[in-house]
């Protein structure tokens, strides 16, 4: 009943501050076109001299943001890498064994295989490693830049040693 009472109402005041003869009376004309206001625009912009793009010049490469990427990217790895390896033990012949004999059967001199070896560790053992120093992040420890580098140079060189160690098992 107040609903239909408010609109009953509320019409002829609506239309009264809606009526034409006011928005004309109130209409103030447009002191710039479109056209000059980009042209302002543009001008301004070109004459401060700073660059269209920021992520040309301003934002450059540093170590936590290249790890940051790494980090991402050594995840999906491993998770593509597990896959792909349990898609193959599903599909095709044979058993683990005889897999590893067809891969000593191939003759691979020591120096291929330590590569190969280290090549798919070191994914996991940068990813653990940096996994750890996230999770030090979490705890609220070694958030200031210099330490920013400094466990960022410590994660690679643990992931080195650690892939090299690894690999030559």
Not at 17 to 23: I, M, N, Q, T
Not at 52 to 77: E, K, V
């Amino acid at each position: 009943m107040a609903a239909l009472l408010l609109r009953y109402a509320g019409r002829p005041c609506l239309r009264a501050h809606l009526s034409p003869r006011l928005c004309i009376r109130n209409a103030v004309p447009l002191g710039t076109t479109a056209k000059e206001e980009m042209e302002h625009f543009w001008n301004k912009n070109t004459n401060s001299n700073r660059p269209l793009s920021p992520h040309i010049t301003i934002y450059s490469w540093s170590l936590p943001m290249a790890m940051s990427i790494c980090h991402r990217a050594s995840g999906i790895a491993l998770s593509a890498g597990v896959s792909l390896f349990g898609l193959a033990a599903l599909l095709l012949p044979g058993n683990f064994e005889s897999h590893v004999e067809l891969l000593k059967s191939l003759s691979l001199g020591p120096a291929l295989i330590h590569t190969a070896k280290f090549a798919l560790v070191s994914p996991l053992m940068y990813h653990t490693w940096n996994g750890i120093r996230h999770l030090t992040w979490d705890l609220g420890m070694g958030l200031k830049i210099p330490q920013l580098y400094q466990s960022g140079v410590v994660v690679l060189a643990l992931t080195v040693l650690s892939s090299i160690g690894l690999a030559a098992m």
